[in-house]
């Protein structure tokens, strides 16, 4: 009787009718089946469960050894190809990296032939960005980057130069930059030390020569004022090895303010910048003048030293002319 039950109960499910058989005792209503997991937004190459990566076969007409032909038994090839899925993979890699060539993106590295003809220079160096003339790199300088006239013969050598070397513009602009920074850094240097050894030199020689030491500078350049046109001029701005000046040179300065108190011993009357010196006939009557009254500036003034001081050197002129 229980077989014959569960046969109509198999034959029910088989073949349903709009109206199902009732069952023959009531019994507790079964659990709900748990509710499928949502399906992913998008496909995965991983199973449903998860296990692992989905087996990818080679299309029929690729073989399955294609990288291994590909790169004909060299190792390094054979490396560099495991990273592509397919050969369609490396068409599109391949495709991509002209295309940058092609854009510019990508700048061509192969070297200019020795016999190179113009056409193929002018392509090289407009794929290289290379000006056709040097005068271009100088054209749109950097902001601040200015070539002075005294630099320009030397900047335009340094472009032509380049320019046979087919670099870029970038950086030949970039190499004058770098070039004139250094210089005016070096000036800079040059010109503290110019000013810092002037200023020794100077308390080197007040401290020596006290009240004496602008009649002493005064000599030295009135001895300059007799040298011919332009070397007075090649003296006072001479350097020594390290670019300070000569005349900053404390040792210098002496061997000058001896030089030209033998050779013009009223050199240090003589005011700056006045090669003809001062007329020695009409300072002396005026000393004189001077000297005779005992009440005057010659015997009893501030600068009465200094006035007898230079009646000694007036008079020690006069002897030596007369020899």
């Given at each position: ?6 046969a ?38 991983l199973?449903?469960?998860?296990a ?36 369609s ?8 990296l002209q ?27 407009t794929q290289?960005?290379?000006?056709e ?48 920074q ?6 800079s240097?040059l010109?503290e ?26 000599a030295i ?8 046109s332009?070397?007075s ?9 390290d670019?300070?000046m000569?005349?900053?040179?404390p ?50 003034g501030?600068n ?14 006069e002897?030596?002319?007369?020899k």
């Amino acid at each position: 009787m229980a077989e014959a039950a569960a046969a109509v109960v198999e034959d029910s499910a088989a073949a349903p009718s709009p109206t199902p058989a009732p069952a023959p005792a009531p019994s507790p209503a079964p659990a709900p089946a748990p509710a499928p997991a949502p399906a992913p937004a998008t496909a995965s190459i991983l199973d449903d469960s998860g296990a692992g990566e989905k087996q990818i076969t080679a299309p029929a007409d690729w073989p399955e050894d294609w990288r291994t032909k590909l790169s004909a038994d060299d190792a390094k090839a054979l490396k560099q190809l495991e990273r592509f899925g397919s050969p369609s993979d490396l068409f599109k890699s391949y495709r991509a990296l002209q295309q940058k060539v092609s854009s510019g993106e990508l700048k061509s590295t192969a070297a200019l032939p020795k016999d190179a003809t113009p056409e193929q220079i002018k392509e090289y160096r407009t794929q290289n960005g290379i000006p056709e003339t040097p005068d271009a790199y100088l054209a749109d300088l950097p902001q601040g980057l200015v070539i002075g006239e005294n630099e320009k013969p030397l900047v335009d050598s340094f472009a032509k130069y380049m320019h046979e070397q087919n670099a870029p513009k970038s950086l030949v602009q970039a190499a004058i930059a770098w070039n004139q920074q250094q210089t005016e850094e070096a000036q800079s240097r040059l010109y503290e030390a110019n000013t810092r050894a002037q200023q020794a030199a100077e308390d080197e020689l007040r401290a020596e020569y006290g009240n004496e030491y602008r009649g002493n500078i005064n000599a030295i350049k009135s001895l300059l004022s007799t040298a011919p046109s332009g070397v007075s001029d090649l003296i006072s701005t001479a350097v020594g090895p390290d670019g300070v000046m000569l005349l900053n040179n404390p040792a210098i300065a002496r061997w000058l303010v001896n030089l030209s108190r033998e050779i013009n011993p009223m050199a240090t009357l003589t005011p700056a910048g006045n090669g003809g010196g001062i007329d020695v006939a009409a300072r002396k009557a005026e000393l004189t003048k001077m000297a005779g009254d005992r009440s005057s500036d010659y015997w009893k003034g501030a600068n009465a030293q200094q006035l007898q001081d230079e009646m000694a050197q007036i008079l020690a002129y006069e002897q030596k002319n007369q020899k």
